[in-house]
C-alpha cells in the first residue's frame, strides 16, 4: 500500500514543476524528478513522470494561434531528436551518464554565464535547415542518455529569437515530440506498471494548475524580464546538474 506521506511528494513535486514549466516553458522534468529520487531512484521516478510531461507538453505546444506554422518550421529539428534517441538508447550504458551529466552542466552554466556578459546567439532563417539536423541529432542522443534534451536543442531555439510565446510553444512541441519517442523505449522495455501509471495519472492534477498559475505568470512577465528568468532557471539546472555528478 502507497503511503500517504509518498502521494504529497509526489503532488507537491508535480505541482512546482508545473508552475516552472508554465512560467518558462520548461523544467518540469528536472524538478520533479528532482524532488522525487530524493526518496526513490531517478529510474523510478521516470515512469511516474511519462504521463504528465505528456500531458503538459502536449497541451503547451497546441496553445497559441501558431502552433502548425511552429511545427512546419521545427520539423527538421524534430525529426533529427527522435533519430538521435534511437541512436543514443544503443549508446545508453556504454558511456557513463555521470560524466554526461557533468558535462551538461558545465555547457548550462557557461551559455547562462555568456548570455550575461552579452553574447547574443542569432541564427538566420536560411540557416536553419542546415542546423537542425546536427543539433537534433546530439540533442537526441543525449537526451536518449540522460533524459535531458536542454543542451543544445533549448540555445538553439533561443538563438531562433522567437517571440515569447511561440519559444515556449517551440519548446512544448519539441519536448512533447521527442517524449514519446523516449517513453515509447521505456514501454518496450517493461519499465510501466498499473501502479506507477496510476500515480502518473494522478499527478496530472496537480501539474496541470501549478501550470496554470505559471502561464498567468508569464503574462505578466515583459519580454526582457522573460529572458533573464529562462537564464536564472537553466542556471540552476546546469548547477543541479552538476550537483548530481559530483556528490
Known amino acids: 500500500?502507497?503511503?500517504?506521506?509518498?502521494?504529497?511528494?509526489?503532488?507537491?513535486?508535480?505541482?512546482?514543476?508545473?508552475?516552472?514549466?508554465?512560467t518558462?516553458?520548461?523544467?518540469?522534468?528536472?524538478?520533479?524528478?528532482?524532488?522525487?529520487?530524493?526518496?526513490?531512484?531517478?529510474?523510478?521516478?521516470?515512469?511516474i513522470a511519462a504521463i504528465p510531461i505528456l500531458a503538459v507538453n502536449g497541451w503547451q505546444a497546441l496553445q497559441g494561434l501558431h502552433?502548425?506554422?511552429v511545427f512546419r518550421r521545427l520539423f527538421?529539428?524534430?525529426?533529427?531528436?527522435?533519430?538521435?534517441?534511437?541512436?543514443?538508447?544503443?549508446?545508453?550504458?556504454?558511456?557513463?551518464?555521470?560524466?554526461?551529466?557533468?558535462?551538461?552542466?558545465?555547457?548550462?552554466?557557461?551559455?547562462?554565464l555568456l548570455n550575461l556578459v552579452t553574447v547574443d546567439l542569432h541564427i538566420p532563417a536560411g540557416k536553419e535547415a542546415i542546423l537542425s539536423p546536427p543539433v537534433g541529432l546530439c540533442g537526441g542522443v543525449l537526451f536518449a542518455m540522460t533524459g535531458s534534451l536542454v543542451i543544445p536543442v533549448l540555445p538553439?531555439?533561443?538563438?531562433?529569437?522567437?517571440?515569447?510565446?511561440?519559444?515556449?510553444?517551440?519548446?512544448?512541441?519539441?519536448?512533447?515530440?521527442?517524449?514519446?519517442?523516449?517513453?515509447?523505449?521505456?514501454?518496450?522495455?517493461?519499465?510501466?506498471?498499473?501502479?506507477?501509471?496510476?500515480?502518473?495519472?494522478?499527478?496530472?492534477?496537480?501539474?496541470?494548475?501549478?501550470?496554470?498559475?505559471g502561464v498567468a505568470l508569464r503574462g505578466r512577465i515583459s519580454q526582457e524580464r522573460f529572458r533573464h528568468v529562462v537564464f536564472f532557471c537553466i542556471f540552476l539546472l546546469g548547477l543541479n546538474l552538476i550537483r548530481q555528478a559530483v556528490l
Not at 524538478?31 to 523510478?44: D, L
Not at 550504458?93 to 555547457?107: S, T, Y
Not at 498499473?194 to 494548475?209: E, K, M, Q, W
Open 76 to 112: 527538421l529539428l524534430n525529426l533529427f531528436c527522435c533519430i538521435g534517441i534511437a541512436f543514443g538508447s544503443s549508446l545508453l550504458f556504454q558511456i557513463d551518464p555521470v560524466i554526461i551529466g557533468l558535462m551538461m552542466g558545465i555547457l548550462l552554466v557557461v551559455y547562462v
Open 156 to 213: 538553439y531555439l533561443q538563438a531562433l529569437n522567437l517571440q515569447k510565446d511561440d519559444f515556449v510553444q517551440a519548446v512544448g512541441m519539441v519536448f512533447f515530440i521527442t517524449a514519446i519517442a523516449f517513453f515509447t523505449g521505456l514501454a518496450a522495455n517493461g519499465a510501466f506498471t498499473l501502479t506507477n501509471l496510476a500515480i502518473g495519472g494522478g499527478a496530472l492534477v496537480p501539474s496541470g494548475l501549478g501550470m496554470a498559475i
Open 67 to 69: 502552433w502548425k506554422v
Open 1 to 22: 500500500m502507497l503511503e500517504v506521506w509518498f502521494l504529497l511528494l509526489v503532488a507537491g513535486a508535480f505541482f512546482l514543476g508545473g508552475i516552472v514549466k508554465g
Open 24 to 47: 518558462i516553458g520548461l523544467g518540469l522534468p528536472l524538478v520533479a524528478i528532482g524532488f522525487m529520487s530524493s526518496i526513490i531512484t531517478v529510474p523510478e521516478t521516470l515512469p
